[in-house]
């Protein structure tokens, strides 16, 4: 019968695993994308300035480009409500209204609305 060695070990386990050694999940994912040259140089030129990596530098711009998006979707439901007859109404006409609206409910009668469009 042999004998088993014991062996010893030192020191952390390797990042990306733990005791059992096993990997822990990823917990971001990984996507490959292709810049033109022009455009690769600034994001690194970008990210050299900043003593940031390339990764940190995208998810910034996907971020800003997402804040974006919103303000943008944001700007063009202004503009549509602004072309929105209210009746003659104002927003300090509104807390009135849904007091009148909310009373006609509790009491059961019906409210005279306005059909929208």
């Known amino acids: 019968m042999l004998a088993k060695k014991a062996v010893k070990t030192t020191g952390t386990p390797k990042s ?10 990823r917990r971001s994912r990984v996507y490959t994308i292709s810049l033109p040259p022009d455009l690769a140089a600034r ?3 970008i990210a050299k300035a900043e003593s ?3 990764s940190e530098v995208f998810r910034e711009t996907l971020r800003a ?3 974006e998006r919103i303000l943008r979707t944001l700007r063009e439901a202004a503009a549509f409500g ?15 209204m849904v007091k009148e609206a909310r009373a006609a409910m509790r009491s059961g009668r019906n409210l005279k609305t306005r059909k929208a469009g």
């Open 16 to 25: 990306g695993s733990v005791k059992s050694g096993k990997p822990k999940p």
């Open 43 to 45: 994001a690194e030129a």
């Open 52 to 54: 940031r990596t390339m």
């Open 65 to 67: 480009y997402e804040s």
């Open 82 to 96: 602004a072309t929105r007859d209210l009746g003659g109404h104002t927003e300090r006409d509104v807390p009135g």
